[in-house]
Structure formats: structure tokens, C-alpha cells
């Protein structure tokens, strides 16, 4: 079956500076790419997601990747700010319920 | 728009005890439906899921159950709850299986 590996684990950027998470995945029919952002205590949220037919996405500050031939998809953040400080998770699809990764833990340090 | 409701909110169950934890989607129909766990500073475990009333994938063998008895309503059951079955419980829905999903406010059940 699939499998989402996600790096790193944990991240610490300054205020301002970008921080990239990257998910490489193993089955190459997946083609569905979300990302999550889960606040302490709080529900997952989709912040943004890509298909296998688009190469980039953005949304503001964030904007997501995708090389289908390497099999991996990252999430960037540019001018990070306190309030992106949370658990960010990746997860691939090819019809069947999503595979995640095991989540990467952002702080943004004022 | 749709809505997901899940209750309750918090639990605290003694080892052995009955569990039921109750999720409902509002605005939408014949949703896909999932049951994942998340154990304190973990992540997403995926329990159960569902494409239809009756329709129910384990995803990993244990003492919980799941069942959907009409068409937006899941519901997670366990006879005897272990130590281990503490974590956050969360329910989510699809329109289709490799679209968009969407969690609901979790149940954060505690065994004692």
C-alpha cells in the first residue's frame, strides 16, 4: 500500500523566514496531495491541496509543489508568522482514504 | 454548507467500561465517512471508513467497531475500553473518496 514519509520531524524558523516541508510517497497512481495545519487541542484543517495534473499551487503565503517523476510534494510557507506555529501534515491519495505523514511540528519564534 | 458534529467533546471512562462516540454530517449526502485516532503528540490513525450505510473498512484490528446506521450518522463503539484506547478521536467526511476531507471538533476521550 502507500507510504508518506514526511521530513522533518520538527522545524524552527524565525519570524519572516520560510519554512519547507517535504513528503516523498511510494505509489505512483496516487493523485491526490493535501496538506493540514492542526493547532494544539484543535481538528486538522485543509489549508491547501494539489492534483496530479498541476506541478504548483498558491495561496497567499503558502504554495505546494509536486514532482510526480521523484514522487515527493512540499509544502512552503514564506514570511512565517507566530500564528503558523503548529503540526503540519501531508497525505497522498489515489481514490482510497488518505495516507498521512507523521506530521512535521512548526515554531515560529518571534 | 456542510457541517460536522461530533460528541461528546470530552470523556473520561474507566477500563472496561462501554464506549460510543456519536459523529453527524449535515449538508451534504452519501458522504464518505472516516474514524481516525491520535494519541497525545501523534498522528492520524485511520480506524474505520465508510462509502455507504452498512458499509464499514477496518482498518486496524482491535476492540473498537464502527457502524452507520443512516446515511450521515457514524458511530464508534468498543465494549470494553482499554488504557490504550485514550487519544483524540476524530471523525471526517468526503463528497468522494479522493477529494477534499474535512475533520470534525474531535472527541478527546481519557481511560482511567
Known amino acids: 500500500g502507500e507510504n508518506v514519509e514526511q521530513h522533518p520531524s520538527t522545524l524552527s524558523v524565525q519570524e519572516g523566514d520560510s519554512a519547507v516541508i517535504k513528503c516523498t510517497y511510494s505509489d505512483s497512481a496516487s493523485n491526490y496531495f493535501p496538506w493540514y495545519k492542526q493547532e494544539l487541542g484543535k481538528r486538522p484543517q485543509l489549508i491547501i491541496d494539489?492534483?496530479?495534473?498541476?506541478g504548483e499551487k498558491k495561496d497567499q503565503r503558502i504554495a505546494v509543489t509536486l514532482n510526480k517523476t521523484a514522487k515527493h510534494f512540499s509544502l512552503h510557507i514564506t514570511e512565517t508568522q507566530p500564528e503558523d506555529s503548529a503540526v503540519y501534515f501531508c497525505?497522498?491519495?489515489?481514490?482510497?482514504?488518505?495516507?498521512f505523514g507523521k506530521g512535521t511540528r512548526l515554531s515560529v519564534i518571534a | 454548507s456542510q457541517t460536522i458534529h461530533q460528541w461528546p467533546a470530552t470523556l473520561v471512562q474507566p477500563v472496561g467500561s462501554p464506549l460510543s462516540l456519536e459523529c453527524t454530517v449535515e449538508?451534504?449526502?452519501?458522504?464518505?465517512l472516516y474514524w481516525y485516532r491520535q494519541a497525545a503528540g501523534r498522528g492520524l490513525q485511520l480506524l474505520f471508513y465508510s462509502v455507504g450505510i452498512g458499509q464499514i473498512s477496518s482498518e486496524v484490528p482491535q476492540n473498537l467497531s464502527a457502524s452507520r446506521p443512516q446515511d450521515r450518522q457514524f458511530i464508534l463503539s468498543s465494549k470494553k475500553l482499554l488504557l490504550s484506547d485514550s487519544g483524540f478521536y476524530l471523525c471526517?467526511?468526503?463528497?468522494?473518496?479522493?477529494?477534499?476531507?474535512?475533520f470534525g471538533p474531535g472527541t478527546r476521550l481519557t481511560v482511567t
Open positions: 449538508g451534504t449526502s452519501n458522504p464518505n
Open positions: 471526517a467526511w468526503s463528497v468522494r473518496a479522493f477529494y477534499e476531507q474535512y
Open positions: 497525505a497522498a491519495s489515489k481514490g482510497t482514504p488518505l495516507v
Open positions: 494539489i492534483r496530479s495534473n498541476v
